[in-house]
């Protein structure tokens, strides 16, 4: 199974930009598509962004299209995900999923787990 390791987080204002990074234990990681949830306080995680292998196709949900650019390096078996004109609305644990498929009509994720990493921005 692949372990995942996110960091990045952290304290910022509103407006700021962070850079969330999700490391890989294996190569095997490229085969998948990754994706990036996030998790606030008394809320169900939702989803925020994917990438397919090749690095070719994004996705994003509504929330975040225009802000956050998710992006990986399948040399480096990591996964990004930049973050700008951050909100108080996007505090939440963030955390990256090693497998994720169109599951329905909603982006779900199948593959383990990191950590996650707190993401707190303030007004």
């Known amino acids: 199974q692949v372990q995942l390791v996110e960091s990045g987080g952290g304290l910022v204002q509103a407006g700021g930009s962070l850079r969330l990074s999700c490391a890989a234990s294996r190569r095997t990681f490229s085969s998948y598509a990754m994706g990036w949830f996030r998790q606030a306080p008394g809320k169900e995680r939702e989803f925020v962004a994917t990438?397919?292998?090749?690095?070719?196709?994004?996705y994003y949900a509504d929330s975040v299209k225009g802000r956050f650019t998710i992006s990986r390096d399948n040399a480096k078996n990591t996964v990004y995900l930049q973050m700008n004109s951050l909100k108080p609305e996007d505090t939440a644990v963030y955390y990256c999923?090693?497998?994720?498929?169109?599951?329905?009509?909603?982006?779900?994720?199948?593959?383990?787990w990191g950590q996650g990493t707190q993401v707190t921005v303030s007004s």
């Open positions: 990438i397919t292998w090749s690095g070719g196709i994004t």
């Open positions: 999923n090693a497998d994720v498929r169109m599951y329905g009509s909603s982006w779900s994720p199948f593959g383990s």
